[in-house]
T-cell receptor, first 115, second 112 residues
Framework: GAGVSQTPSNKVTEKGKYVELRCDPI?????LYWYRQSLGQGPEFLIY????????DSGLPNDRFFAVRPEGSVSTLKIQRTERGDSAVYLC?????????????FGPGTRLLVL | GQQVMQIPQYQHVQEGEDFTTYCNSS?????IQWYKQRPGGHPVFLIQ?????EVKKQKRLTFQFGEAKKNSSLHITATQTTDVGTYFC????????????FGTGTRLTIIP
């Protein structure tokens, strides 16, 4: 009955390194979203999965960002060659799309700091 | 691309006063959602509005969706210290497109 969980809660890395951020959605939720939130801003859409496939990845800022959801549950957001500008809170949300009604449940986020 | 703006950016009110935040989209929306984010926390879903002119209430909170489906508002009556946080609207451009565009947010602080 747990909510959306994300690991790690905090990640400090050096410029140029590779990082992976993990999201465990609510069991049974078919839709999964990744957002990025900078200080004082609203969440910025990155990518949306319906099942295993990325239905919309138009928010990924460039090809250094990639996300997978191989079994339709857990998702991993991967960032290559990190830059200082990638520092932000990365939020994951899941939902059970039912017609036009939808509630997105957000995880606590991973706070990424690139030095 | 679609832009969603909110005003005001910040609002400080005395406890017991009312509070309103306004949300405006550059494009027509199929539906709009509202979220609350406490300091240091994550966004928590409050409500979704779908129909033109729709009004929904949750206790002291009243949500409206404009007739043209391009704007929305959240009004809180008689604010309490538990209302502190940032309120975001988030809109979808059309049905079948699940991408949510979040507004810039209104940060509410309460003076006891």
């Amino acid at each position: 009955g747990a909510g959306v969980s994300q690991t790690p809660s905090n990640k400090v890395t050096e410029k140029g390194k590779y990082v992976e951020l993990r999201c465990d959605p609510i069991s049974g939720h078919t839709a999964l979203y990744w957002y990025r939130q900078s200080l004082g801003q609203g969440p910025e859409f990155l990518i949306y999965f319906q099942g295993t496939g990325a239905a919309d990845d138009s928010g990924l800022p460039n090809d250094r960002f990639f996300a997978v959801r191989p079994e339709g549950s857990v998702s991993t957001l991967k960032i290559q060659r990190t830059e200082r500008g990638d520092s932000a809170v990365y939020l994951c949300a899941s939902s059970l799309l039912e017609g036009v009604e939808e509630t997105q449940y957000f995880g606590p986020g991973t706070r990424l700091l690139v030095l | 691309g679609q832009q969603v703006m909110q005003i005001p950016q910040y609002q400080h009110v005395q406890e017991g006063e009312d509070f309103t935040t306004y949300c405006n989209s550059s494009t027509t929306l199929s539906n709009i959602q509202w979220y609350k984010q406490r300091p240091g926390g994550h966004p928590v879903f409050l409500i979704q509005l779908v129909k033109s002119g729709e009004v929904k209430k949750q206790k002291r909170l009243t949500f409206q969706f404009g007739e043209a489906k391009k704007n929305s508002s959240l009004h809180i009556t008689a604010t309490q210290t538990t209302d502190v946080g940032t309120y975001f609207c988030a809109g979808r451009p059309n049905f079948g497109n699940e991408k949510l565009t979040f507004g810039t947010g209104t940060r509410l602080t309460i003076i006891p």
